[in-house]
C-alpha cells in the first residue's frame, strides 16, 4: 500500500506541474513594464503647502511621536508674525515602513502620502530626505484647507475675528 500513496502523491505533483505550465506568467517585467498602484496606496510622504504657498507643518511633532520606526525628526522656530514652522524637517526612508500613521496624527494636513513606490537608493543616505527634497508646491489632497484659517490662531487677525470665531471668553470675569 505505501507505494500506491507514493504513486498518488507523484501523480498529484505531475498534475500541479502540468496543470500550471501552459498558463500565462503573472510575472511583471519590473523596469519595463509598471504597475498602477491602488487608489489609496501608501508609499512616498511628502509636505503640502497651504492654498497660499506657505508651508503646513507648524512643527507640533504629532507626526514625530506616532511614527513607530522615529523616523522622522524637526526642529520648531517661529517666524516674525508668530506662526510656527519647522526649520529643518528630516525623514529616513530607510527606516519608514510606510504605516501612514504620520499623515493621520499630522492636524495641518501637511504630511501626505503619495503612491510613487520608487524610492531606491545605492547609498542608504540618499533615503534621507530634507524638507526641501519633500516639500511640493501643490496643496495635496484638500487644496482649500488652511489650517490657521480654521484654527481661529490670531497670526493674520486678532482672536474672535475670523470666519465662524466667537469672541473670546474673559475668564477671570467669570470667577465669583
Request: aromatic share 10%; proline share 7%; with cysteine.
Amino acid at each position: 500500500m505505501p507505494i500506491i500513496t507514493d504513486f498518488k502523491a507523484i501523480a498529484t505533483g505531475l498534475f500541479v506541474t502540468w496543470k500550471h505550465i501552459f498558463r500565462r506568467s503573472v510575472t511583471v517585467e519590473y523596469p519595463e513594464v509598471k504597475r498602477t498602484p491602488a487608489p489609496r496606496y501608501r508609499a512616498r510622504i511628502v509636505l503640502t503647502r497651504d492654498p497660499e504657498g506657505g508651508e503646513r507643518c507648524v512643527a507640533c511633532y504629532l507626526c514625530s511621536a506616532a511614527c513607530p520606526v522615529d523616523c522622522i525628526s524637526m526642529e520648531a522656530t517661529e517666524d516674525g508674525n508668530g506662526r510656527r514652522y519647522a526649520r529643518w524637517f528630516r525623514i529616513n526612508f530607510s527606516r519608514c515602513i510606510f504605516c501612514g500613521l504620520c499623515a493621520e496624527a499630522c492636524p495641518t494636513l501637511a504630511i501626505q502620502m503619495t503612491p510613487d513606490y520608487e524610492i531606491c537608493e545605492r547609498d542608504i543616505m540618499e533615503l534621507v530626505y530634507e524638507k526641501e527634497d519633500l516639500l511640493i508646491d501643490g496643496c495635496g489632497k484638500d487644496p482649500a484647507y488652511n489650517f490657521y484659517r480654521h484654527a481661529g490662531i490670531g497670526v493674520t487677525q486678532p482672536r474672535g475675528a475670523g470666519e465662524r470665531e466667537e469672541e473670546p471668553v474673559d475668564a477671570r470675569g467669570l470667577m465669583p
